[in-house]
């Protein structure tokens, strides 16, 4: 069974720009949460979907988006980059919220 | 301040050693907490998970314990590898559908 897949494994964009990350959950998962793990601190709660519905969201600025399609894949987008974005991305997936959650290798998103 | 404080912030342990990690939350309602190993630049992956009702799960040279009462958890790794050298992350899931982090415990396993 294939794990959670995320692209792109490293991603280099300017400040000022949009970077865009993809999630591919767990064949049968429909829960699909985003963290972001910034160097040197713990893992901060982005985003959680459910069955193509945002349910909560954690202590992010708005330029912090995301969707869930149909296939329960999801996609992160930040918009108008800042240096401080720079950090390794997770997702992570599971059947029901209460279960145990699968992550994925994460996207190493570097703002220069 | 956070919601799961974990201790040592980092540790080094000789190989066959070993090492006990602990995790005190104040997250409530209290639905069950996992320990996770995190390699280096990887994602995390699940070592135990634990409800309110359990008290110690294994997995493998990995035990972990949860004091509900004190609301307390410990991960003891025994006889220590090489490849135990990982951050180790407490993760305490609530009733309102937010995961809380603790900020983990850098292991080092020296030959």
């Known amino acids: 069974e294939a794990g959670v897949t995320q692209s792109p494994t490293h991603l280099i964009k300017t400040r000022g720009q949009q970077a865009t990350l993809r999630c591919s959950p767990i064949?049968?998962?429909?829960?699909v949460y985003w963290y972001q793990q910034a160097l040197g601190l713990g893992l901060q709660f982005l985003l959680w979907y459910d069955e193509g519905e945002e349910r909560n969201r954690g202590n992010f600025p708005p330029r912090f988006s995301g969707r869930q399609f149909p296939n329960y894949s999801s996609e992160l987008n930040v918009n108008a980059l800042e240096l401080e974005d720079s950090a390794l991305y997770l997702c992570a997936s599971s059947l029901q919220w209460t279960y145990g959650y699968t992550f994925g290798s994460g996207t190493r998103l570097t703002v220069v | 301040k956070n919601q799961v404080e974990q201790s040592p912030q980092s540790l080094i342990i000789l190989e066959g050693k070993n090492c006990t990690l602990q995790c005190n939350y104040t997250v409530s309602p209290f639905s069950n907490l996992r320990w996770y190993k995190q390699d280096t630049g990887r994602g995390p992956v699940s070592l135990t998970i634990?409800?309110?009702?359990?008290n110690t799960k294994s997995n493998g040279r990995y035990t972990a314990t949860l004091d509900a009462d004190t609301k307390q958890s410990s991960l003891h790794i025994t006889a220590s590898q090489l490849s135990d050298s990982a951050s180790y992350i407490c993760v305490v899931n609530s009733n309102d559908y937010k995961l809380s982090f603790g900020a983990g415990t850098t292991v080092t396993v020296r030959a």
């Open positions: 634990m409800t309110f009702s359990e």
């Open positions: 064949s049968g998962h429909t829960s």
